[in-house]
């Protein structure tokens, strides 16, 4: 993984060039001069006081290899980012104890009005060169990023006129060899180059077995959320560029991605008295199985010689529809459709976004240390939750919009020696909803009554907000190689305001004054030092972050999460080191973070001190690696240490006791491809995922175990 430590604090907010968003991962080269298009900025990361991880092609490779994703993949190599569900659905994961904002091209793939938790999953990662992780609340592309952003560039044109193919083949085997675990993928990528015409188009299709556990049992389904084990996805990729002039580019991307659970599974409740999982049997589920689609259409023309600075547009649609999976629950029931109480339904996303960014940068004539930006950004984005056996509206249709201009600067003085870098982001976001009525559950006095149950009448209404979001920050580098920085940055969310709308229990409510739909604000301070000299890089960084108003999840008793408002207070360290060693081709790294979160959950006392829970910040964690690499030959070992945790509540059945992981892979290029071996949980370690072992305690249908050992062996090809 290419790494630059940065210190956090946004910076310029131009927009993401496509043309830079082609470079492959030989093109982006360590030290002063990766270009992160996240940042929005034609400036060297060096230049930025920004904390920032690259996932370059190569390790991003090998990471999805053992896991599968890209969720997955930077959740392994993140101390900061919580250890991932294994499930479809992200919620509960986080990055630095709050949301990160996950991006294609820099174009957010997130709901912000109803956070179906599936941003994770709309591209295939076959169609990634890097991955760009920037830590911290930001307002870099707009609303979301309170934990930062992690943006997937996509694969560029070929270089050289003519046709380039590369293709995947792949098959997954779990230790027990059972054939309902095993899995596969099949994914080609052509593309060609004509003068000033480029093209490239591909497809990706895996099918994914049942997961097994360290004691070789199913792993429960998730039949709610949604499953990654036992479904299909495919997904079609296509890009097409004009080399304007030499200076100007107009490109088209387009992409399609879908998965769909195959519904040969239900669910054996587990008992957590006797420390068994929930595990899964063959059977038939009812209704539809959950899924995830996701389409993206983007069009962007840059000009990086334009009137001395560079000039980019971009437009862009997507839309995406999650169904979740259905149950028997008392929050579905009406006695006017079922009045036996024993309805059932199930509840499904569908959103749509327009969004469009315009951005000028470029050095001040006559002080060119001086480099000024400014632009525009607009997103408007529909959304809506609706019952799919009965057509209800569970959340009714939600127009949100965001128009927010943006002024930036960077400043280097004595020849780089000392940068400043700050400016300001003006959010004006608008919500708009209709008068509507929730379902029958929410007026009910008593929900064992059924002839209490009756829909509320909710007013509709257009509230609204504005604030300006500031930034700042230095960095001292008095040696090469070695750098001082600080920073602070707002970011903003809104809180979840589906979960909000749809848990309204009371007539005469208001929209327009409903202070729950207020958004969140956070900010990010950071002190950081970072050394290269030699073969050894290391990086040492603390931040603390707060928000007054902030947005967490809380299970009702029916295990449906609903959104609380409390202030929130975080705090972090994150070290890492890697060393070169007198072994030619061999480097050794690690890598820990340390997280602490609390909240005022009772809002008496003003005392915020109470712990976050697992559904809200990670463990603390150490990663460990060792990289190899002798000509053809590649390989990596790399042991995760998930540190145990206990919170300052009363039950001590949410205490966590930590586990560690070991993964590995080899490689061997040869003339007729490359042929791969990953193993994930090479140990075949039973362990209970963070998420069971700590949220939802009492619950012995949501006690999940992880993954054990599984082999995934692969033959990549390129004409």
Request: hydrophobic fraction near 35%; aromatic fraction near 10%.
């Amino acid at each position: 993984m290419l790494r630059t430590r940065c210190l956090a604090g946004v910076a310029c907010f131009a927009l993401p060039l496509p043309a830079l968003a082609q470079s492959t991962a030989q093109d982006v080269e360590t030290g002063s001069s990766i270009i992160v298009t996240a940042a929005r900025t034609q400036l060297p990361a060096s230049a930025l006081p920004m904390t920032i991880d690259v996932i370059d092609a190569e390790t991003l490779q090998q990471q999805v290899q053992i896991s599968g994703s890209t969720v997955d993949a930077v959740s392994a190599l993140s101390p900061s980012f919580s250890p991932t569900r294994e499930k479809l659905s992200g919620s509960g994961e986080s990055l630095r104890g709050r949301s990160p904002l996950y991006a294609i091209n820099g174009i957010p793939q997130s709901t912000p009005v109803r956070d179906g938790s599936r941003d994770g999953y709309t591209i295939d990662p076959f169609f990634i060169d890097r991955v760009e992780v920037i830590y911290g609340s930001n307002a870099l592309q707009g609303i979301g990023a309170t934990g930062g952003v992690v943006n997937q560039v996509t694969v560029g044109a070929p270089k050289d006129d003519g046709l380039a193919v590369r293709t995947l083949l792949q098959g997954t085997i779990p230790t027990s060899f059972d054939g309902s675990a095993m899995g596969g993928k099949v994914a080609a990528l052509a593309g060609y180059r004509s003068g000033a015409v480029d093209a490239t188009g591909g497809f990706a299709f895996e099918r994914r077995g049942v997961y097994q556990d360290g004691h070789g049992n199913n792993i429960g389904i998730d039949g709610t959320q949604g499953e990654v084990q036992d479904s299909d996805s495919w997904s079609l990729f296509g890009r097409f560029g004009y080399q304007l002039t030499d200076s100007a580019r107009f490109e088209i991307v387009a992409n399609h991605f879908e998965l769909e659970g195959n519904g040969n599974y239900v669910l054996v409740p587990g008992s957590r008295a006797q420390g068994i999982p929930a595990s899964s049997t063959r059977g038939d589920i009812q209704g539809e199985p959950p899924s995830n689609r996701a389409d993206l259409l983007s069009a962007a023309l840059t000009d990086d010689n334009l009137g001395g600075g560079t000039f980019s547009v971009q437009a862009f649609y997507s839309r995406t529809r999650d169904i979740f999976g259905g149950l028997v629950t008392s929050t579905f029931q009406d006695p006017a459709i079922d009045p036996t109480g024993q309805l059932f339904d199930q509840s499904a996303n569908k959103s749509r976004k327009l969004g469009g960014k315009i951005t000028y940068e470029r050095e001040v004539p006559g002080f060119e240390d001086l480099v000024l930006t400014g632009g525009f950004d607009a997103l408007f984005d529909r959304t809506e939750q609706y019952l799919v056996q009965t057509d209800r509206a569970w959340v009714p249709q939600t127009d949100f919009r965001s128009l927010a201009p943006f002024v930036q600067a960077n400043l280097a003085l004595f020849d780089g020696v000392l940068r400043f870098a700050g400016g300001g982001r003006w959010e004006n976001v608008e919500l708009k909803v209709d008068d509507y009525e929730t379902l029958a559950s929410n007026g009910a006095t008593d929900l064992a009554d059924l002839s209490t149950y009756q829909r509320v009448q909710v007013s509709g209404g257009n509230p609204s907000f504005s604030d300006v979001l500031f930034n700042g920050g230095v960095i001292l580098e008095p040696v090469q190689g070695v750098r001082a920085y600080g920073s602070y940055a707002e970011g903003y969310t809104i809180a979840d305001v589906g979960r909000i709308l749809r848990a309204v229990d009371e007539p005469g409510v208001d929209i327009d004054n409903y202070l729950a739909l207020e958004p969140v604000i956070s900010n990010n301070r950071e002190l950081g030092l970072e050394v290269k000299q030699g073969p050894i890089e290391a990086a040492v960084s603390y931040f603390w972050s707060s928000s007054k108003l902030g947005s967490i999840l809380v299970a009702n008793p029916d295990g449906i999460f609903n959104v609380s408002r409390q202030p929130i207070q975080i705090e972090g360290l994150e070290a890492s080191v890697s060393w070169k060693t007198p072994l030619p081709g061999l480097l050794l790294s690690a890598a820990y973070a340390n997280l602490k979160g609390q909240t005022d959950s009772n809002d008496a006392d003003d005392l915020v001190n109470n712990d976050l829970d697992g559904a809200n910040i990670a463990p603390d964690r150490l990663n460990l690696a060792a990289d190899y690499r002798s000509g053809p030959f590649s390989a990596r070992l790399q042991t995760r240490f998930y540190l145990s945790r206990t919170f300052n509540d009363a039950a001590t059945a949410t205490d966590f006791e930590g586990y560690e992981l070991i993964d590995a892979y080899v490689a061997y290029d040869t003339e007729f491809g490359e042929f791969a071996l990953a193993v994930q949980n090479l140990t075949d370690k039973f362990f209970v995922t963070y998420d069971s072992d700590t949220v939802q305690v009492a619950s012995d249908t949501r006690f999940y175990a992880g993954r054990g050992r599984t082999f995934t062996l692969s033959w990549r090809g390129a004409f």
